[in-house]
């Protein structure tokens, strides 16, 4: 995709996405972790209801490249004064094109609006590509 002009949206999803939400999640869980991951087995049992209270809970932002969902990132309060970032997710083919920072700048400019005064995230220290983005 690189050096083609793209269309990029980045969107908060609603309890109302929680559909699309799921299938994102999955994608996500799935490439990072794989199928066979008791997180991804534990969130593939996840009902609609809980889609949902996962979608009121935290907020989760979703990036599409010309109509194509194309990444994923989750924020949620920790305390009044601190949102964590979690799970940045981008699809392999969809990456280097930016969609990394996007999804970032869509999840701190949630936490603004929140008005907290630290965000964190946790990365592996072995993880270069995270720790470059971030």
């Known amino acids: 995709m690189t ?4 269309t990029v949206d980045v969107m908060r999803l609603t ?3 929680w559909r699309l939400f799921s299938t994102i999640r ?5 490439d990072s972790l794989g199928a066979d991951d008791p997180h991804y087995r534990q969130e593939a049992r996840f009902t609609a209801s809980q889609w949902r209270r996962r979608l009121c809970e935290h907020a ?5 490249i010309d109509g194509r969902v ?3 990132i989750g924020a949620q309060y920790q305390n009044p004064d601190a949102i ?5 997710w981008v699809d392999p083919s969809a990456r280097n094109c930016g969609l990394g920072h ?3 700048s869509a999840a701190v ?3 603004r609006d929140c008005r907290v005064h630290t965000i964190r995230l946790r990365v592996a220290a072995d993880n270069t590509v995270a720790r470059s983005i971030y």
Do not use: F, H, K, M
Request: hydrophobic content about 50%.
């Open 60 to 64: 989760q932002c979703e990036a599409g």
């Open 102 to 104: 996007r999804l970032i």
């Open 26 to 30: 999955l994608r996500a869980l799935a």
């Open 84 to 88: 964590y970032l979690y799970s940045l």
């Open 3 to 6: 050096g083609t002009p793209v």
């Open 109 to 111: 400019a949630w936490a």
């Open 70 to 72: 194309a990444g994923l």
């Open 15 to 17: 309890p109302a996405d």
